[in-house]
T-cell receptor
Framework: GAGVSQTPSNKVTEKGKYVELRCDPI?????LYWYRQSLGQGPEFLIY????????DSGLPNDRFFAVRPEGSVSTLKIQRTERGDSAVYLC?????????????FGQGTRLTVV | GDSVTQMEGPVTLSEEAFLTINCTYT??????LFWYVQYPGEGLQLLLK?????DKGSNKGFEATYRKETTSFHLEKGSVQVSDSAVYFC?????????????FGSGTQLTVLP
């Protein structure tokens, strides 16, 4: 597609359930990022992929969060045993090569609500 | 560590008013600086960027100058329009190992009234 696509756009889940959030980056972009945006805040970094490997997962808040990118394109963010504090908008971005000054293109996000 | 501090909102202006949104940064070296915009119901979009000191980024009538001496990258527009209503984020790339993630300010909500 022309831009970064994220599905679903909205997800409501019960506390304790497992969720998967999908990101389809711009074709040819090797770098992929996940961010989390809480209400009234700027996006906060979660994890960065270069190709298939997670080059930096230092932003993941705890071991309930995990992300994969098995073929170097689509990525899935997985959250186990969801908690109400996980409610936020999860943003995915991709860039051509992950260079420090390279523009990152963002998807519209998945709004996760844990009830 | 590297960070940005952004003027808090919300900001409400009348159409054709002058806009300034302040952003200051702390960084190692001289990274590029970015302004992103988030229109209602849309994803973050790059508005403008500057790659080195004294550079001026500009787009859609918005401007921001990379000021090394004041470590600032304030966003300005001479005459805002209703369509400029959005949330604006200042950002800079940080290096952590092999990562090149962005660190963002907290965002400034701008509402322009007709």
């Amino acid at each position: 597609g022309a831009g970064v696509s994220q599905t679903p756009s909205n997800k409501v889940t019960e506390k304790g359930k497992y969720v998967e959030l999908r990101c389809d980056p711009i074709s040819g972009h090797t770098a992929l990022y996940w961010y989390r945006q809480s209400l009234g805040q700027g996006p906060e970094f979660l994890i960065y992929f270069q190709g298939t490997g997670a080059a930096d997962d230092s932003g993941l808040p705890n071991d309930r969060f995990f992300a994969v990118r098995p073929e170097g394109s689509v990525s899935t963010l997985k959250i186990q045993r969801t908690e109400r504090g996980d409610s936020a908008v999860y943003l995915c971005a991709s860039s051509l090569n992950g260079g420090r000054n390279t523009e990152a293109f963002f998807g519209q996000g998945t709004r996760l609500t844990v009830v | 560590g590297d960070s940005v501090t952004q003027m808090e909102g919300p900001v409400t202006l009348s159409e054709e008013a002058f806009l300034t949104i302040n952003c200051t940064y702390t960084a190692t070296g001289y990274p590029s600086l970015f302004w992103y915009v988030q229109y209602p119901g849309e994803g973050l979009q790059l508005l403008l960027k500057a790659t080195k000191a004294d550079d001026k980024g500009s787009n859609k009538g918005f401007e921001a100058t990379y000021r090394k001496e004041t470590t600032s990258f304030h966003l300005e527009k001479g005459s805002v329009q209703v369509s400029d209503s959005a949330v604006y984020f200042c950002a800079l790339p940080v290096s952590s190992g092999s990562a090149r993630q962005l660190t963002f300010g907290s965002g400034t909500q701008l509402t322009v009234l007709p």
